[in-house]
């Protein structure tokens, strides 16, 4: 009855109307019906999809498969697949709570920040707890100033300190680099090092192609085809033991084969260790792996930042920091860019030593956002400083 009465006042209502109105309306009615529907029906399939792809299914009986002729995908797509891993996951989907806070160990702006591994694989950190409030004469280190867990936040303070104008890039990039996180990656310095060299002159293709098959060959496995098990970056013993035409069946050139063997024979006699590379100040760092055959200074400089994470590294010579610097300085870089000038085309290393002085001991920070402001991709200088 109910049902007949709002129908009969309906069409009344729809009688009184002009016939271009009452079209209008009905129109408007079947289209916000069409798009609910659709709305509602696309929804649910991505409901469907993001479930199907995490949730234990009990497998389909004979009878369900007829039902089904299209079942849910093997391996889930990469949009579902980026939902599914989790930023706070402890491997239950249901737990979103954030992972425990990394520990707060002291640290120190001209000293490595990271954990470094060693050949035999023991983990190696600077200001351990036993001997983090000893005299710097017993453990050969300056007291530290801050924390893991600090240095970041004052560096970001003391960048704007200096110079307000970068508080919107710095609001704005992240730097995951020198956080907690990022400070507690353990890095396997032989590794780096030699994958620097592997990277130098090749694409990021080419390079990872070509340190995936040297550590297949080292470790005596066939250059192709699926492996039963992930590969360990060779230690520099290993590596020592091989002669040059051996290494450069993974494709390396005759010189960076020399390269790669001469740093691990450096490692090999201790003449290099996670322990001096760990303890040494900038300079001796700087000076003891430019020593080395195929480390040149911007080599040596990437791998401090992003490998020993120190703080107050800073490179002249590298063209997207000259780019930054001059675009932050005011300087119109594509005029810059079209004269010429060689290596010192935007900015003359007199002019950035004296700009970027002001902002030690946290220039590796300074670099990085200089990076940020003319949008250089860093990532391949960063992972070429991580392990396998």
Not at 269 to 296: F, W
Not at 302 to 322: E, H
Not at 329 to 334: A, E, I, L, R, T
Not at 373 to 386: A, G, L
Request: aromatic share 6%; with cysteine.
């Amino acid at each position: 009855m109910v049902k007949r009465l709002t129908r009969s006042r309906n069409q009344k209502f729809s009688q009184d109307l002009p016939v271009s109105t009452t079209t209008q309306l009905h129109l408007a009615a079947t289209t916000r019906s069409k798009n609910e529907n659709a709305q509602d029906s696309t929804e649910m399939a991505a409901i469907d999809e993001y479930v199907s792809c995490i949730e234990p299914t009990t497998p389909p009986t004979k009878r369900a498969k007829k039902a089904s002729s299209k079942g849910a995908p093997e391996t889930p797509t990469p949009a579902v697949a980026k939902q599914t891993t989790m930023a706070y996951s402890t491997g239950d989907i249901d737990d979103l709570t954030p992972p425990p806070r990394p520990p707060d160990r002291p640290a120190e702006p001209h000293r490595t920040n990271a954990p470094l591994k060693t050949p035999k694989g023991s983990r190696i950190v600077n200001y351990a707890s036993e001997n983090a409030a000893s005299s710097p004469s017993k453990t050969g280190l300056p007291r530290p100033t801050t924390t893991t867990g600090h240095i970041l936040g004052e560096a970001c303070a003391h960048l704007t300190r200096i110079d307000p104008r970068l508080k919107t890039v710095i609001e704005k990039h992240e730097c995951r680099i020198f956080s907690p996180e990022g400070l507690e990656e353990e890095i396997d310095p032989f590794c780096a090092l030699a994958s620097g060299i592997i990277s130098q002159q090749v694409s990021g293709a080419a390079a990872a192609s070509i340190k995936n098959k040297f550590v297949r060959l080292v470790h005596g496995e066939p250059l192709d085809g699926e492996l039963k098990q992930v590969l360990a970056f060779p230690t520099p013993d290993q590596v020592a033991a091989c002669d040059v035409p051996f290494l450069r069946q993974a494709g390396l050139s005759q010189r960076k084969a020399e390269y790669i063997n001469g740093l691990a024979e450096k490692f090999a006699t201790g003449e290099l260790s996670a322990q001096m590379l760990l303890k040494a100040s900038d300079e001796e760092v700087m000076e003891k792996l430019t020593a080395v055959r195929g480390l040149g200074r911007w080599s040596v400089e990437m791998f401090a930042c992003f490998g020993l994470k120190r703080m107050d590294v800073f490179s002249t010579g590298d063209l997207g920091v000259q780019r930054g610097m001059a675009a932050f300085m005011g300087k119109d870089v594509k005029k810059l860019k079209g004269k010429g000038g060689g290596k010192w085309k935007y900015m003359s290393e007199s002019d950035m030593l004296e700009h970027s002085a002001k902002f030690a001991p946290y220039r590796s920070l300074f670099m990085w956002y200089m990076w940020r402001i003319e949008d250089v991709n860093v990532d391949s200088m960063q992972e070429s400083t991580t392990s396998i």
